[in-house]
């Protein structure tokens, strides 16, 4: 008796299995489908602007982004829709599902597209940035010509010292000039209140009479500031309190 019982409960169990696998294939159903992709779909898309414009998009793209998803998630619910008619939709899935295709097509040739621009605007700055040299180097060569002509100078049988001084100041003072047009500007150390913004101090000596501490005694290598953003310390001599 207690085998037949068994026997019985094992069979009253089948059904119910075979209930459960039916409800599982019920729930993989083509508008089902097209409703996880297309929710798949929005996910990837907003995590690809993300990453393309940062986390904080602007305005404009943010509003395409949201245009997109919701023109997706309306094509959701029109699958969902035509799912729960009980009549046979294949024509309308097949149509959402050509749609779909579109929109993901699209989205791929927004992220081409801007590949592309990423990669013409970084050759665009390295042209400029070209140029930008290019044209401090061709106002540098009359430097170099007047240094020719002073070397030639140095190497001739009579050597006018006083002359020769004179074109390498001269010299000095044209490079100077065209490097103060482009921005280069000295750092005027010696005098000045120590600045560890401005000044690097490499020695220190005790004040002498007259001689406040934490002051520039000398300045032993010159500093520049390019723009007004420092380019170079100056290596200066320091003041400090006698002990």
Known sequence: MIKVNSDSKNETEKPVQKEDET????????????????????????????????????????????????????????????GGEGKDNSAEVAALTAERDKMKDLAARSRADFLNYQSRSAKDLERAEELSLRRYVSELLPVLDSFDLTLHDATGEKVDLNRLKDAVEMIEQSMRQTLAVRGLERIVAKGKPFDPTLHEAVAKRPAMDGEKPNMVAEELRPGYLWKGLILRPAQVLVTEAVK
């Open 23 to 82: 409800a599982g294939s019920s729930a993989l159903s083509p508008a089902q489908k097209l409703a996880d992709e297309a929710e798949d779909f929005c996910t990837d898309l907003e995590r690809f602007f993300r990453r393309a414009f940062g986390e904080v998009p602007k305005s404009t793209e943010l509003g395409e982004i949201r245009a997109r998803q919701a023109t997706v998630r309306d094509l959701v619910q029109r699958a969902s829709a035509l």
